[in-house]
Every structure is written in structure tokens, then in C-alpha cells.
């Protein structure tokens, strides 16, 4: 699951950044996920160390009786440009053109593959603990976007306005014994996106 909103009117690309809460919107989206996966058996609640997804995963835990565990696998990628407004200028800057010098990297460093790796081994620790149940992990756009087209075989770098991976939004990796089955996405809260800000962030 990709958390729900941020509160984040400067429109900071906060990537990493500590602090950044869901908005009161982020809150309801997190509360109708909760809501829709009332019923499913869930036997782990896996998030990562920022906040806002600790407040997405909130109502699911509180509904199932859970304790979450926290994994810093499962963390959003790093960002040179953290902590900056976003603006088309930016990416102007000739200072800052080294930073995107290769397609197959984030500005950050971070490959892709390595971000596959990571949220891999995560996934299968997540599988093994809760062995027989579901699993509910909150990360954010990048991650979840990469490891479904690793999962997928397809090419892992990408244009990021293209990445199908909204607020809230569950990408639902299917196994059966340890064979990927299907990989399926779906947005529970997509009725309230139209109230939703199109902000920079993950």
C-alpha cells in the first residue's frame, strides 16, 4: 500500500524527511483502506520508518488487534532534492544536470535494482513470518513501483508521471506456495482523489 495524503502546503519534495503527517484527507483515505480490507486475513502489518505511513497503516492495525513492525527496507528512496520546493527550475539548473546524467538511476544514487533488492527481501521476510496469511505493507510510490515491475520482468527504469501507483492505492501480490501467481493493483480510496492536491512527494 502507498500511504495515504500528506500535509504539505509549502510543497516540499520531503522524500526521507521526518515530520511530514498525513493530512486530515491522507487520514480518510488511510481509514477507507481499513475499511476495505476489514475482512481480510491479515497476519503481519509490515511499514516504514516515516510517520506517514505508520499513520496509513493505523486503522488496519487497529482493526485486526496487530502490532506493526517496522522495516527500514521498505523506506522511500533518498532524494537530492529533498527538502526543496518543487519547481520546474530544478531541473533547469545546469549545476544539477550531473545528477541525472543516467536513466537507469534516481537523482539520489539509489539504482533501481537495488531498490528492487531491498523491497524483495522485505516482502519474503514478511512472507515467511506471516506464512499462509496476508500481508500488509506501507511504503511509497518509488519502492512500490519498482518492485511491481521487477515482480512483472518488465524494465525497471521509467518515466515517474507514468507509474500507476496513486495515494492509498494496494498493489496486491499474489503467491501460491512460492509462486508469484498474479501481481494486481487497485485503489480503494479512488473517490477521493478528486479532492487530493497534485503534489510532488511519495
Same mark, same amino acid.
Given at each position: ?33 481499513? @475499511? &476495505? ?7 503481519? *502489518?509490515? $511499514?516504514?520508518?516515516?510517520?506517514? !505511513?505508520?499513520?496509513? /497503516? ?69 512472507? @515467511? &513470518? ?7 505493507? *506501507?511504503? $511509497?510510490?518509488?519502492?512500490?513501483? !519498482?518492485?511491481?515491475? /521487477? ?52
Amino acid at each position: 500500500m502507498r500511504h495515504g495524503e500528506v500535509f504539505n502546503p509549502q510543497k516540499i519534495l520531503y522524500g526521507r524527511l521526518p515530520d511530514f503527517h498525513l493530512s486530515e484527507l491522507g487520514h480518510e483515505m488511510a481509514r477507507v483502506v481499513g @475499511d &476495505h480490507l476489514a475482512d481480510a486475513d491479515i497476519g503481519l *502489518v509490515v $511499514h516504514s520508518p516515516l510517520v506517514r !505511513t505508520a499513520e496509513t /497503516a493505523a486503522p488496519t492495525l487497529e482493526r485486526h488487534g496487530l502490532t506493526a513492525v517496522v522495516d527500514p527496507r521498505v523506506i522511500e528512496a533518498g532524494n537530492k532534492f529533498e527538502g526543496r520546493r518543487f519547481r520546474k527550475r530544478l531541473l533547469l539548473d545546469p549545476r544539477r544536470w550531473w545528477w541525472m546524467r543516467d536513466p537507469t538511476k534516481p537523482t539520489w544514487g539509489e539504482s533501481y535494482k537495488a531498490i528492487a533488492k531491498r523491497m524483495t527481501e522485505a516482502i519474503e521476510d514478511a512472507r @515467511d &513470518h506471516a506464512r499462509g496469511r496476508e500481508v500488509l505493507v *506501507v511504503s $511509497h510510490q518509488l519502492p512500490i513501483w !519498482t518492485i511491481r515491475s /521487477a515482480m512483472r520482468g518488465e524494465r525497471l527504469w521509467h518515466d515517474p508521471r507514468r507509474r500507476e501507483c496513486n495515494l492509498a492505492s494496494l498493489t496486491t501480490l499474489t503467491y501460491v506456495g512460492d509462486e508469484l501467481e498474479s501481481v494486481e493493483y487497485s485503489e480503494p480510496a479512488a473517490h477521493l482523489y478528486v479532492h487530493a492536491e497534485k503534489l510532488p512527494g511519495a
